[in-house]
């Protein structure tokens, strides 16, 4: 997928449902009231402990993040996990498996090159937090606004915005082009052999020879 493709559907991302819940696009506020209920997914805990743990990350993502908050413990908030529970229990293991394909795509920004000294490692604060920040300060959006946007818009925002600074490059389709190519030729050893003799001519003699 060309960069091109991946800011548009960062912008415009398709429709996904999962045991009949429309998902909306992923926001930074859903990761923040995630984060408030605990949800393994925003805690670095690997996959999801239960059936308890997908109905609310459905309850969260299925609606406008402050609703889903303030909702919470109403009565039709309580009515719809009981409902969604019963739901996800009859085949939980593609519903969770629908989900967490869904959940790795509304997070997908560009593909990075590092540079020395660009503060690309690890920081104190949270990756959702430094995203919040940027948003406001470097593009100016207000506070509210920051948090409607879907995490994967946010993350190409960001990332273009500190490319402008000259702190880290966004990889470019035709690097990922010599990159993939390069993965396709470490992996067909033949392909490989062929390459290299209809180079023959221009390689050194000795390549490959012990010094």
Not at 112 to 134: T, Y
Not at 150 to 175: K, N, R
Request: aromatic share 10%.
């Amino acid at each position: 997928m060309t960069n091109s493709d991946q800011w548009a559907a960062a912008v415009l991302p398709p429709c996904y449902r999962v045991a009949g819940a429309r998902l909306r696009p992923l926001t930074l506020g859903h990761l923040i009231v995630l984060s408030r209920f605990e949800s393994p997914m925003v805690r670095q805990v690997p996959g999801f402990s239960g059936l308890g743990d997908l109905t609310l990350a459905l309850w969260v993502c299925s609606r406008d993040w402050r609703n889903a908050f303030y909702g919470f413990d109403r009565p039709w908030g309580r009515l719809w996990r009981w409902w969604m529970a019963i739901v996800l229990e009859a085949d939980f293991d593609r519903h969770l498996a629908g989900f967490t394909e869904w959940l790795g795509i509304q997070q997908q920004g560009p593909d990075l090159w590092i540079k020395d000294g660009s503060g690309g490692g690890s920081r104190g604060a949270c990756s959702c937090c430094v995203l919040v920040v940027s948003l406001v300060k470097r593009l100016g959006l207000s506070w509210s606004d920051a948090l409607d946007m879907p995490v994967a818009q946010a993350l190409w925002a960001h990332w273009t915005a500190i490319e402008d600074d000259g702190l880290v490059q966004i990889v470019s389709d035709s690097e990922k082009a010599a990159a993939d190519e390069a993965e396709r030729l470490a992996a067909d050893p033949e392909a490989i052999a062929r390459l290299e003799a209809q180079f023959a001519h221009v390689l050194p003699k000795n390549r490959g020879a012990k010094a």
